[in-house]
């Protein structure tokens, strides 16, 4: 299910599915459950106190542990670090929050 949405959500947002399941690799090891120290949640581990409005639509932030909204809002959120950043791996970097960092732990390299 994952693989067939990560194919669907990279063909309406022009970005290489690959890249989106690489980053619920990266993020979560695919735990739709994942919550991280700082409050990330989900696949793609989403900042819901950030980006808690592109929740709304789906019913608000309880959400987060839907592997398809998450899966879909993570990748807003890329899109719009891609945009700010100007590039892919700018936009990881911005995606992790590591884009003021000299040492960003390698995250847009894996």
């Known amino acids: 299910m994952l693989v067939a949405e990560a194919y669907n959500i990279g063909k309406r947002t022009k970005l290489d599915p690959t890249l989106i399941l690489a980053i619920m690799a990266v993020e979560s090891s695919f735990n739709p459950f994942a919550q991280s120290h700082v409050g990330a949640q989900g696949l793609m581990q989403v900042m819901t106190r950030v980006h808690g409005d592109k929740y709304?639509?789906?019913?608000?932030?309880?959400?987060?542990?839907?592997?398809?909204?998450?899966?879909?809002?993570?990748?807003?959120?890329?899109?719009?670090?891609?945009?700010?950043?100007?590039?892919?791996?700018?936009?990881?970097?911005?995606?992790?929050?590591?884009?003021?960092?000299?040492?960003?732990?390698?995250?847009?390299?894996?």
Request: proline share 4%; hydrophobic share 35%; with cysteine.
């Open 56 to 110: 709304e639509s789906a019913g608000g932030t309880l959400t987060a542990f839907d592997p398809v909204t998450n899966m879909r809002v993570g990748v807003k959120v890329l899109q719009e670090c891609i945009s700010r950043a100007g590039s892919l791996e700018g936009g990881l970097r911005y995606y992790v929050g590591a884009a003021n960092l000299e040492d960003d732990g390698a995250t847009p390299a894996r």
